[in-house]
């Protein structure tokens, strides 16, 4: 969809307005920006999960509140999140990510995600540097030589 319409817009007429390639790449980003503006409101908008708020913050009565107040469907939770600060907590060493990589089933699905990744990278560059390419011969194929 985005070669096409880069195809649309490059085909631009003398005297008429139309977008240069140059802010078309930009206008594409920027629809591409909106779901995860959209996705950061909401997420800001949620509360803790409880087994979060349980397990990891160590505040059972702070969850069963956090669930009473979604359930009630009440606003309170998020007035308590801006008053209550944080406490604090040990963070996670290297022998804790040894430990949680010597089980075999952990260390498969960190490989298998880090590999599809990776693959999914390389396909997506790949894509992108080869599309000006891919762009100059199907427009010359499609409308002739530019220039002639």
């Known amino acids: 969809m985005v070669l096409l319409l880069l195809l649309c817009l490059q085909q631009c007429q003398p ?5 240069p390639l140059d802010h078309a790449w930009r206008i594409c980003v ?7 503006i959209l996705t950061w409101y ?8 409880p087994r ?7 505040d059972a009565a702070r969850a069963e509140a956090d669930v009473d107040a979604v359930l009630a469907n009440s606003d309170e939770f998020r007035n308590r999140e801006k008053v209550v600060a944080a406490p604090a907590k040990a963070g996670l060493t290297w022998a804790d ?11 498969l699905v960190l490989f298998g995600t880090a590999s599809t990744w990776f693959l999914l ?26 220039g002639e």
Request: charged share 20%; glycine share 4%; aromatic share 12%.
């Open 15 to 19: 005297g008429v307005a139309c977008v």
């Open 30 to 36: 920027a629809f591409g920006a909106i779901p995860a």
């Open 42 to 49: 909401l997420r800001t908008r949620l509360p803790e999960t």
């Open 52 to 58: 979060f708020t349980v397990h990891v913050a160590k």
């Open 97 to 107: 990510f040894k430990q949680y990589l010597s089980i075999r089933k952990n260390a």
């Open 121 to 146: 990278d390389v396909a997506y560059y790949c894509n992108n540097l080869y599309t000006p390419e891919i762009v100059k011969v199907r427009s010359d194929a499609c409308f002739g030589a530019i």
